[in-house]
Every structure is written in structure tokens, then in C-alpha cells.
């Protein structure tokens, strides 16, 4: 367990991983004199300061590039903050406070024992005892070093791989508000999120803290999303972005309900195209092995998927998904059984256990390997192909030669095998004397193994 708090507290970096509108609530302002005020009484904020802080004293930004989540029902407008370290602020601030909201119990961003090394924790879930926070995403470009806050993700402590709960802070809270507003509606009661942003807003602005007047859903679309939870599985993936246990769980209805074998795969191949996902993300392409896996005479497809899945992204996103972490990746999982209907369509579905790092091992007959072997069988290193390779491209400098050691150094220690790389804390050491020899002395300091405790 981590120590909470209560007054204190791969490669390269992602193109269009970050929603710029800010504009999450009727109640944003275009005045750039509310926007400080905000800021202002987030700093007096004991729960939020403590992560402003460490995001300005390591120099994080949120990427600059912006894309449009969803369809055309999206938010949109803006409220604003052109400067990035008010966008910074502002978005770490909700955060946080649509976490306490739903009950997280925060910890300090500066906690590194038993914590993925490349995550900025912000709090541990009340559902899992999992770490919630940010990725980080560092790069050293054009002689300048960069740290990106990236996708938000969820890990327990030493566990080989981590789980992508959302593209970011933006997608994180507009999910936690549908999902909120749904069960208000089927259930009542209570808004704490949506409360607990309109009062640090309402507060320095003068504005109503109505939850009627700054609804963000109409009632008539909340009712038809309350009346099936496939339905709002739906309107979530197109309007807000695109969630691994909302995707999964559209696997598993057709593979499970529907038993139609050409759906469940055509949902795998929407999974492994997301933007989100592309290149970035192992664990949909271990989800279309998986179901390749299952459907007779497809073995060798299965095969081939596998071995995509260990090949294009660090091993660490291998992990999470729709039942494999045991939970739902639901912003608000302890009542997410409680919205949509009570329908076949809406029964509980089966997870999709199956698509581990140790079940791609096993399909690509690598369960006995070391991981280093491994990378060069899969990267294809003594080939006759790769040493022609090799004569055509320039040497690496020492910079890319240590920044490849630091993801080598991640996927040992994911792998789960190798002597001297057992878990996250006994990389860190290695890990940041690697970056640092990149030219990323930041984020070499981030990773170094110092500061926050476990019980």
C-alpha cells in the first residue's frame, strides 16, 4: 500500500496525444483575469499545490499538438488559456479533483517505491488498490530536453506491466462526468465531480454551481444511455475517446452474446487503429491475438498477431484491459455494474483473459527465453537482413545508444525473467544513469531511486 496524503502531498514522443480544448464546462471563461483567479486559489489548495509543484519544478508540459476526440458531438469552444503553464495548471488541478471526487486516496507525486518509473502518481483507487497518475513521456530534440505528461495509466506496485486508462486528463474527466450524470439520472443522488470543479470555478467567478444549468447532457440522451449500458458503451467511444475495458467489453459481446466470429475480429482491428493505440499500445495487439487465438484454424494467425504484439511497442503496455486487471477500467467502476439496463445485451460479460505477456510468450514458443534473447530473435539481430541493414544506416550516437539502453532496460524488467532486472525499484538506478547519459538529466532525476515510501 502507498503511503497517502493529506496536506502534502517508446519510444518517442506521441503525435496527437493530447485534446487542447480545454473548454470541459459551460462555466469556462474567456477572461484570462478569471483564469489567473483560478490558478490563484488552486494554489492555496493543500490537495492540489503538491502536484502544480512538482509539475513546474521538473519542467512537464502537456503536448502541444491538439486533435478532435470523437464525433461531432464532441465540446468544444474555448475557455481561454493559451498559455501552457495555465493549461498545465488548470488541467492537473481538475484532475486531481475529479479524483478526490471519486474517491481516490491521493498520494504524492514524488512516491518512486514500487511505482513504474515513467508515471507522475497522483492517487491509489479505491476499487483495486492500483496507482493512478500520468506517463511521462520524455525526448531530447534539437539539443533540447522535453517531458511530456502523456496518457493517464493505472499500476500496482512492482507489477511487470502497466494498464492506459485514458489518452488524457481531458478524456479522463468528461468520462467521469457521463458516467456520473447516468447514474444520477437511473439512481439520483449526488454529482461530487461535477460539484467539486464547479466550486473552485463558481467560487472566484461569481457563477451558479447549479448542477440543472451546467449539465453537460442533455436528459434526453442521459435516459437512452441510463436504459443500456452497450448503448453508452457507444456514445462514449464516439464522442469522448476511446477506453481499452469499453472496446474489450464490445469484443467480448460479440465473441460471447453474439458468438459472430467476423464482428469480435472486426472489433480487434477498430481496437489495434485507434489513434490512441497505433503503434503505441501493445495490449490491443495482444487482444486480436487472443481472439485470433480462439476461433479454429487461425492458429497461425494467432501466431503472427503475437509476435506484432511483442514487436511494436515497450512490453510494459502489455498489461490491463477488460478483466485481465480483475476490475473495470470504469472511471467510476464500483457503480458502473449499476448503469444501462438489465438485458441480455446488458448482462456482465465475460473478460478477455489471455492476451498477458505471458500468453503472447507462450504463442510464440518464447516462455523459456530470457528477455534479451528474445529482443534480438524479434528484432532479428545476426540476420543476413539486419546486417545489410546495418551498412545503410549511420552509426547511433552515444545519446541513442543510451536512450535504446533505457528501453531495453524497461522491457527486462517487464519480461519477468531476467537476473537483476526483478521489479521497477531495481531498475531506477540503471534506468536513470541512462537517461542522464541521453542528454536527459530531468527526467533522470525523476527516475532516480530517492523519495516516497510504501507502508
Known amino acids: 500500500m502507498f503511503t497517502t496524503i493529506s496536506t502534502t502531498l517508446?519510444?518517442?514522443?506521441?503525435?496527437?496525444?493530447?485534446?487542447?480544448?480545454?473548454?470541459?464546462?459551460?462555466?469556462?471563461?474567456?477572461?484570462?483575469?478569471?483564469?489567473?483567479?483560478?490558478?490563484?486559489?488552486?494554489?492555496?489548495?493543500?490537495?492540489?499545490?503538491?502536484?502544480?509543484?512538482?509539475?513546474?519544478?521538473?519542467?512537464?508540459?502537456?503536448?502541444?499538438?491538439?486533435s478532435k476526440v470523437g464525433g461531432d458531438n464532441g465540446v468544444s469552444g474555448d475557455d481561454g488559456i493559451s498559455d501552457g503553464g495555465n493549461t498545465n495548471d488548470v488541467l492537473i488541478s481538475r484532475l486531481v479533483k475529479t479524483l478526490d471526487a471519486l474517491k481516490y486516496a491521493l498520494i504524492s507525486p514524488e512516491t518512486k517505491v514500487g511505482m513504474f518509473p515513467l508515471m507522475m502518481p497522483i492517487g491509489i483507487s479505491p476499487d483495486d488498490g492500483n496507482a493512478i497518475g500520468f506517463l511521462l513521456e520524455p525526448s531530447?530534440?534539437?539539443?533540447?530536453?522535453?517531458?511530456?505528461?502523456?496518457?493517464?495509466?493505472?499500476?500496482?506496485?512492482?507489477?511487470?506491466?502497466?494498464?492506459?486508462?485514458?489518452?488524457?486528463?481531458?478524456?479522463?474527466?468528461?468520462?467521469?462526468?457521463?458516467?456520473?450524470?447516468?447514474?444520477?439520472?437511473?439512481?439520483?443522488?449526488?454529482?461530487?465531480?461535477?460539484?467539486?470543479?464547479?466550486?473552485?470555478?463558481s467560487s472566484s467567478s461569481g457563477l451558479s454551481s447549479s448542477n440543472a444549468e451546467h449539465a453537460e447532457h442533455d436528459r434526453e440522451t442521459l435516459a437512452r444511455l441510463a436504459a443500456s449500458k452497450h448503448m453508452l458503451n457507444a456514445?462514449?467511444?464516439?464522442?469522448?475517446?476511446?477506453?481499452?475495458?469499453?472496446?474489450?467489453?464490445?469484443?467480448?459481446?460479440?465473441?460471447?452474446?453474439?458468438?459472430?466470429?467476423?464482428?469480435?475480429?472486426?472489433?480487434?482491428?477498430?481496437?489495434?487503429?485507434?489513434?490512441?493505440?497505433?503503434?503505441?499500445?501493445?495490449?490491443?495487439?495482444?487482444?486480436?491475438?487472443?481472439?485470433?487465438?480462439?476461433?479454429?484454424?487461425?492458429?497461425?494467425?494467432?501466431?503472427?498477431?503475437?509476435?506484432?504484439?511483442?514487436?511494436?511497442?515497450?512490453w510494459f503496455t502489455l498489461g490491463g484491459g477488460y478483466g485481465e486487471s480483475g476490475v473495470s477500467g470504469s472511471t467510476t467502476s464500483r457503480n458502473s455494474s449499476s448503469i444501462g439496463g438489465s438485458g441480455d445485451e446488458d448482462a456482465i460479460l465475460p473478460p478477455l483473459t489471455g492476451a498477458t505477456l505471458e500468453d503472447m510468450k507462450k504463442l510464440v514458443n518464447m516462455e523459456n527465453m530470457d528477455a534479451k534473447s528474445a529482443k534480438n530473435m524479434l528484432e532479428g539481430v545476426g540476420t543476413e537482413i539486419a546486417k545489410e541493414h546495418e551498412k545503410n544506416v549511420p552509426e547511433m550516437s552515444e545519446e541513442a545508444k543510451a536512450l535504446k539502453r533505457c528501453f531495453d532496460v524497461l522491457d527486462y524488467a517487464s519480461w519477468g525473467n531476467e537476473e537483476g532486472y526483478e521489479s521497477w525499484d531495481n531498475i531506477r538506478e540503471e534506468l536513470s544513469e541512462s537517461y542522464e547519459k541521453a542528454g536527459m538529466k530531468r527526467?533522470?532525476?525523476?527516475?532516480?531511486?530517492?523519495?516516497g515510501v510504501m507502508n
Open 10 to 66: 517508446r519510444r518517442t514522443s506521441r503525435k496527437n496525444f493530447f485534446v487542447a480544448r480545454t473548454s470541459l464546462f459551460s462555466f469556462s471563461s474567456s477572461s484570462t483575469k478569471r483564469t489567473t483567479t483560478v490558478l490563484e486559489t488552486d494554489e492555496k489548495d493543500e490537495k492540489v499545490f503538491p502536484y502544480l509543484r512538482f509539475v513546474r519544478e521538473n519542467g512537464l508540459a502537456f503536448p502541444s499538438s491538439s
Open 140 to 201: 531530447f530534440l534539437a539539443a533540447k530536453e522535453n517531458i511530456h505528461i502523456g496518457a493517464i495509466v493505472k499500476a500496482r506496485a512492482n507489477q511487470r506491466q502497466i494498464e492506459f486508462v485514458a489518452k488524457d486528463a481531458t478524456t479522463f474527466i468528461r468520462r467521469a462526468l457521463l458516467e456520473e450524470e447516468v447514474n444520477a439520472l437511473k439512481r439520483g443522488g449526488l454529482m461530487p465531480v461535477r460539484d467539486s470543479i464547479l466550486r473552485s470555478s
Open 235 to 314: 456514445y462514449t467511444t464516439q464522442n469522448i475517446g476511446s477506453f481499452p475495458d469499453v472496446i474489450e467489453s464490445l469484443i467480448s459481446r460479440h465473441e460471447f452474446v453474439k458468438k459472430d466470429e467476423t464482428s469480435a475480429l472486426v472489433a480487434c482491428e477498430f481496437y489495434i487503429n485507434r489513434e490512441e493505440f497505433t503503434n503505441k499500445w501493445a495490449r490491443p495487439y495482444a487482444i486480436n491475438a487472443r481472439t485470433l487465438r480462439r476461433y479454429k484454424n487461425r492458429e497461425s494467425e494467432a501466431r503472427d498477431a503475437a509476435r506484432i504484439a511483442l514487436s511494436v511497442a515497450p
Open 443 to 451: 527526467f533522470a532525476e525523476i527516475v532516480k531511486p530517492s523519495g
